[in-house]
């Protein structure tokens, strides 16, 4: 692949005291420039390599982020390649396994474990429907879960005579605890049931679900089932993915989505798809894959051979420039590191929790708990609709969000683009609307 451009963020991801060779041979780049006056903040460094407007407060960046510098200066590189010789650029990239593998090497995993997607819906709508389920087995999914999930398991319900059961894992957001919600799965899993699908951290109340817990939970169903009566535990994972400093055999799950253009900051359109490798030849493609395994079948006359990670990367012409400059973003996070990533997140939003549950006038609907909670906090405020609180915020260039369900509640994402006077900014808001 093409050498991405260094420049200054990683000078000011050292000042955190990011690691490693890349991080080694940054500074070595660094130490040959003129140097300015760094800020005092580290955070601020970070914050610096984003171009989004200081005119407002950004408390929305789960929904599509901004490019940090590495990303755009790969994104640009490559886009330059590509005009400059199309063809030439396509046989350099056609593999995209360094794509793959930074994604394995952040993730915890194996490149061979994962395939490239354009969102967590696609990696989502292409696990479900490629399941092999038959009529009369169960999939087992909340009440919690994003429309996505929702209609990707009706779709497939729908083509194979599965039935899908939706069930409550709390009664109520910001009391959830840990032991209740992978109770909650143990309790409703039947003989029927084939899938276990989740979410990590709900978008619409900010709760993050124990995973591992409910990973095992399923795991014990498993116990004495033939393979072809196993249940997959399946997460769709993009609101903890670039959040928590976890790897897949952390979590347990055996099928994890997400898109790479929110708390990664990876480029707009990019996703990835993670399976246990023993469990990847059970699905089936749904959009043919011009990689090697299947695309060499058909050129022989020769059935398709099982289906392995890669062949679940949809074939055809994407935005390559932004696909094949993912890596940046991984990269961008472990330079920082991703614990250190973690405990800023967690710090933001606990301040922001905590100021908005000591207001009367403030209902919170995420959990205190850090245990339980991730980056998303949902709120609402008392005799107020949830539009006009985002709009008044709005007013006061603050950009929150609406969840998008039946129930909706004011978000606010306290992120790595924001600053503990950012956090301290909004809470002052929202209790002038008392």
């Known amino acids: ?46 914050r610096d390599e984003f ?156 709760v993050r679900t124990p995973v591992r817990a409910i990973a095992e939970v399923v795991a014990r169903a498993n116990q004495g089932r033939a393979p072809g009566d196993r249940v997959v535990c399946c997460v769709d994972g993009v609101h903890g993915f670039g959040v928590e400093d976890v790897t897949m055999a952390d979590l347990g799950c055996d099928f994890f989505s997400a898109g790479c253009h929110k708390w990664i900051f990876g480029p707009r359109g990019t996703g990835v798809l993670w399976g246990r490798a023993e469990l990847w030849p059970m699905l089936r493609p749904s959009i043919p894959h011009f990689g090697q395994e299947g695309y060499g079948a058909w050129l022989r006359g020769q059935p398709a051979p099982p289906t392995t990670a890669n062949m679940m990367s949809p074939g055809g012409f994407h935005a390559f ?37 000591a207001m009367r006038h403030v209902t919170l609907h995420t959990p205190i708990d850090d245990a339980i909670s991730a980056g998303l906090v949902c709120f609402e405020v008392a005799g107020m609709s949830t539009t006009a609180v985002v709009g008044r915020l709005r007013e006061r260039k603050i950009v929150a969000s609406t969840a998008p369900y039946a129930t909706r509640h004011a978000r606010v994402a306290p992120s790595l683009l924001n600053s503990e006077a950012d956090v301290e900014a909004v809470l002052r808001e929202v209790r002038a609307l008392a």
């Open 1 to 46: 692949m093409t050498k991405l451009p260094r420049r200054s963020v990683l000078e000011g991801l050292l000042a955190l005291g990011a690691a490693g060779c890349a991080a080694s041979e940054s500074a070595t780049a660094a130490s040959d420039r003129p140097q300015a006056r760094p800020p005092t903040d580290a955070w601020q460094r970070v």
């Open 321 to 357: 420039e932004h696909r094949w400059a993912l890596p940046a973003a991984f990269a961008f996070h472990r330079r920082i590191g991703k614990a250190r990533v973690a405990a800023r997140i967690h710090a933001l939003n606990r301040q922001c929790k905590e100021g908005l549950q």
């Open 51 to 206: 171009e989004v407007s200081p005119a407002w407060i950004h408390m929305t960046s789960f929904l599509l982020a901004s490019h940090p510098r590495p990303v755009r200066e790969a994104i640009e590189a490559l886009r330059r390649e590509l005009d400059d010789n199309p063809a030439h650029a396509l046989d350099a990239h056609e593999d995209a396994a360094p794509v793959r593998e930074a994604a394995a090497a952040y993730m915890g995993a194996r490149a061979e474990e994962i395939a490239l997607t354009g969102s967590t819906t696609m990696g989502l709508a292409s696990l479900y429907l490629g399941l092999p389920l038959r009529a009369g087995d169960e999939v087992l999914t909340t009440v919690h879960d994003h429309y996505a999930t929702h209609e990707s398991l009706r779709f497939a319900a729908e083509r194979t005579g599965a039935t899908v059961r939706k069930i409550a894992l709390y009664e109520r957001s910001s009391a959830a605890t840990a032991t209740e919600m992978a109770g909650a799965i143990e309790a409703a899993i039947t003989p029927a049931t084939r899938v276990v699908a989740i979410t990590w951290v709900h978008s619409g109340s900010g």
